[in-house]
């Protein structure tokens, strides 16, 4: 198992000043593999005996540039020039690496057939995180004693520890950043074993979750969360902040300042929304043991109108810490289609057309509840089929027609989640 665990530096300035160096020395060597890269394709695209359609460079054709002929050349990189000798060699390494990875994923579809973007010239400060793929082993270049963290070419920084290291983990490679509010170490840690899941036959307990605007989710039980809007509440000390920036000189002492302020406020917005997702998270893992929620396209969904209040509330980021979440605790997830889960009963199984604007679920059988509960029940049928769980075949007849969502405080979970 594999756990990321981040904590605060405490650099000097001069430290800072080496760092900052470094990003700079990286951005100048990223730019200039990635221009290799892209000459040489430019130059071998169309065949020999081709013209191509718009004007290319003639001259000879160099080598294919890989992630190997260009960490060969590091060595004739120091020696044309030597600043780069002050840099840890296996950082330049990762930087490389990092390259490589992003143009694979621009040349070779995945198993989906899907491509990412083209990898991007560097503009400066874009490059300020650093990995040391080894720490605490004989050769590495990073070891972490006690709350001293000994960098090689650096040395050693005090590292704020506001939660010690889990016992029987590794710690496998450290990666420092830069953020707003100063500089960060992330240590990967890896276990040997991994978590049990739990088996389909000890399944006491399932729901299903309907994520929304309206409501953030709503369980199969009728719990429901309030989306908490974080960045709607933050848009106009953020506006404010930004006219201020725009009227500065852009480079200038005052516009850095303003500058800060602005990306302080934007870490602050996502840290809150982050911390707020953890505790949905543990307060449905520690409910139930089986989750079901609807595979939605969110990209999609955030070309639309409600493209602000979709990144908001940020739904992919809370389904990847619940499922990383489930994992770490052995419980289960599942994702299910979520086609017509709004629009059909979860009672009778009849089909009820309704606009977005309606929010109640009223069929010709009786049955009238909330259309994000109905639509949670109707997920938790279909994630548990064939499970002997209670309550997975919707409302009983014992029950009244007439249903209301409760809303949930999240106050009292939250020592369960820091716990």
């Known amino acids: 198992m594999l756990l990321t665990y981040q904590y605060k530096l405490n650099p000097t300035p001069e430290q800072v ?42 001259g000879e054709i160099p080598d294919k540039a890989d992630y ?27 930087n490389l690496m990092r390259l490589d990875k992003a143009w694979k994923r621009w040349l070779i579809p995945d198993k989906f057939g899907k ?46 520890l506001h939660r010690s290291i889990p016992d029987g983990f590794e ?12 500089w960060y170490c992330s240590f990967s840690l890896e276990h040997k074993t991994v978590p049990d899941a739990k088996s389909i036959d000890k399944i006491n ?28 509440k933050a848009q106009a000390t953020l506006a404010r902040r930004q006219r201020h920036l725009a009227r500065k000189t852009k480079g200038s002492k005052n516009y850095q300042k303003l500058a800060n302020k602005v990306a302080r406020l934007h870490l602050h917005v996502a840290r809150q929304r982050k911390e707020f997702h953890y505790h949905v998270s543990h307060w449905l893992i520690n409910s139930y043991d089986l989750i079901v929620f609807e595979n939605l396209n969110i990209r999609g969904l955030a070309r639309t109108r409600l493209a602000k209040s979709i990144l908001d509330v940020s739904w992919g980021a809370f389904l990847q810490i619940m499922q990383a979440v489930a994992v770490k605790r052995g419980k289960l997830t599942l994702g299910v289609d ?5 629009i059909n009963c979860s009672s ?13 679920h009223s069929c010709s059988c009786g049955l009238i509840i909330d259309r994000d509960w109905n639509s949670a029940l109707n997920l938790l049928k279909r994630g548990s089929v064939g499970l ?16 209301q969502v409760s809303y949930v405080n999240l106050r009292c979970s939250r020592y369960i989640a820091c716990n």
Not at 338 to 342: I, K
Not at 348 to 355: D, H, I, N, P
Request: hydrophobic share 30%.
């Open 68 to 94: 190997y002929t260009q960490a060969t050349d590091l060595k004739r990189t120091k020696e044309l020039f030597p600043d780069y000798k002050n840099i840890y060699a296996d950082c330049q390494q990762q």
């Open 348 to 360: 009778c199984g009849e089909r009820v057309e309704k606009t977005l604007a309606i929010r109640v």
């Open 171 to 182: 710690i496998k490679q450290a990666t420092i950043s830069s953020k707003a509010d100063g």
């Open 205 to 232: 307990s399932a729901t299903g979750i309907d994520v929304g605007l309206e409501k953030f989710l709503t369980t199969a039980d009728g719990q429901s969360i309030e989306v908490p809007q974080y960045y709607r």
């Open 115 to 160: 491509r990412g973007g083209r990898p991007r010239f560097k503009k400066r400060g874009d490059i300020s995180s650093f990995t040391w793929p080894r720490v605490n082993s004989p050769k590495a270049g990073a070891h972490l004693i006690g709350n001293i963290l000994k960098l090689s070419k650096i040395g050693e920084i005090e590292v704020i």
């Open 338 to 342: 979520p086609r017509g889960t709004s």
């Open 17 to 58: 000043v080496i760092l900052e160096t470094w990003g700079e020395l990286l951005r100048h060597h990223w730019n200039y593999a990635l221009e290799e890269r892209l000459d040489w394709l430019r130059r071998t695209r169309s065949q020999i005996d081709r013209c191509s359609l718009v004007s290319e460079p003639i």
């Open 388 to 403: 002997p769980i209670p309550g997975c075949g919707g409302l009983r007849d014992t029950q009244p027609m007439k249903q």
